[in-house]
């Protein structure tokens, strides 16, 4: 009688015990999938065209030398652009082919009929996979960018 007694009892305290378990376990492996998040600092993707406001048309290009300031462009172009966009802008770098969404083509008509402050505005905002060139260059700098984006639409 008592044998039986506790052999029930124990049954309750395994079961209570594997309840526990498996609680556990779902909440360390939530904890693994969002440390792992955390680890790969994967962005969250926008899904949606990306489009600047309207107001990013009213910025003008302060820069008077163009050409110089398209040269210096491409510089910072091939250094930080290039793994991604292509080292001719067609969105065919390295580091862009596995991308979702994936680079623009930087020498298409989509890219080339925005106003420069559209274009701006992107470099300054960034969408991930891209990031936000803000802190990362001067406005001179982003500014010397879109003027060489400019001269892709032209080689085409
Ligand atoms: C990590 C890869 C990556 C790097 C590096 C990168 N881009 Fe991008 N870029 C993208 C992706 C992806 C998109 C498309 C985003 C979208 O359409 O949602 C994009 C979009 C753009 C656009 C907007 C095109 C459009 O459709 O309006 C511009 C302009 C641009 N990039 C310029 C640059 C410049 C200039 C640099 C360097 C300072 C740069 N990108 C660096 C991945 C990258």
């Known amino acids: ?3 039986k007694k506790s052999k029930i009892k124990y049954l309750y305290y395994f079961l209570l015990a594997s309840l526990i378990a498996l609680s556990f376990g779902a909440q360390s492996n939530n904890n693994i999938d969002n440390n792992k998040a955390k680890l790969t600092g994967m962005p969250v993707l926008q899904s949606g065209k990306w489009k600047a406001p309207a107001l990013a048309d009213n ?8 050409i110089e300031a398209s ?11 290039a ?3 292509g080292k001719s802008g067609k969105g065919d ?7 979702n969404p994936r680079p623009a083509n ?3 008509k989509k890219v080339q009929e925005q106003s420069d402050g559209a274009i701006f505005w992107k470099l300054t905002t960034g969408k991930p996979p891209m990031a936000s060139y803000a802190k ?7 500014w010397q960018l879109v003027s060489y984006i400019r001269t892709l639409g032209k080689k085409k």
């Open 1 to 3: 009688m008592n044998f």
């Open 59 to 66: 910025l003008k290009n302060p820069i008077k030398d163009i």
């Open 71 to 81: 040269k210096k462009g491409k510089k910072i172009f091939s250094i930080q652009c």
């Open 83 to 85: 793994i991604c966009h």
């Open 93 to 99: 770098g390295m580091a862009g082919m596995a991308l």
């Open 106 to 108: 930087l020498t298409s």
């Open 136 to 142: 990362i260059y001067s406005a001179k700098q982003r």
